[in-house]
């Protein structure tokens, strides 16, 4: 059996998704989707909505398109970003960090990963895609704590 990426990151909040009805796995997914574009101040209105409404109605194709070419979009800026970096200039506490696209990309890929078919491979996909994101893996806790 494989491991999912989430149980080799969070084993503990893993094991909590697995052990969880599909339902409540479910509204966790969307939780950390929204909690991830908040941390990440996604702007993308799409996203956002689809975020926040996810549990009450499926997204249009359209609306999946949309997130995909998101995602790709800020995934190759991100690249661009990380490209430009000069390997010889001193480190600082600015290109330490990673730019705002490549955070903002895996925000993205949250909501994308809330909406797989299975609800626990939906919590597992947006909270790897949450913490990746940056969202403090204690905040993730505290909302396993409120759903399951």
């Not at 359209?62 to 390997?87: I, T, Y």
């Not at 990309?105 to 790897?128: C, H, M, N, Q, W």
Request: charge should be negative; aromatic fraction near 4%.
């Amino acid at each position: 059996m494989e491991l999912h990426q989430v149980e080799a990151v969070a084993p503990g909040l893993a094991a909590r998704i697995a052990g969880a009805e599909p339902g409540r796995a479910r509204t966790f997914a969307f939780r950390v989707a929204r909690l991830a574009c908040s941390v990440t101040d996604v702007h993308d209105a799409s996203a956002l909505e689809v975020a926040k409404g996810g549990l009450e109605r499926y997204p249009e194709i359209d609306e999946l398109v949309h997130l995909w070419e998101l995602e790709r979009e800020l995934d190759a800026a991100c690249e661009s970003q990380l490209e430009d970096r000069s390997p010889d200039s001193a480190p600082t506490l600015g290109n330490l960090q990673m730019p705002s696209e490549c955070v903002e990309a895996r925000a993205v890929a949250a909501v994308i990963a809330a909406l797989s078919p299975d609800a626990r491979e939906a919590a597992r996909g947006a909270t790897y895609e949450a913490l990746a994101a940056g969202c403090d893996g204690t905040a993730l806790e505290a909302l396993a704590d409120q759903i399951f």
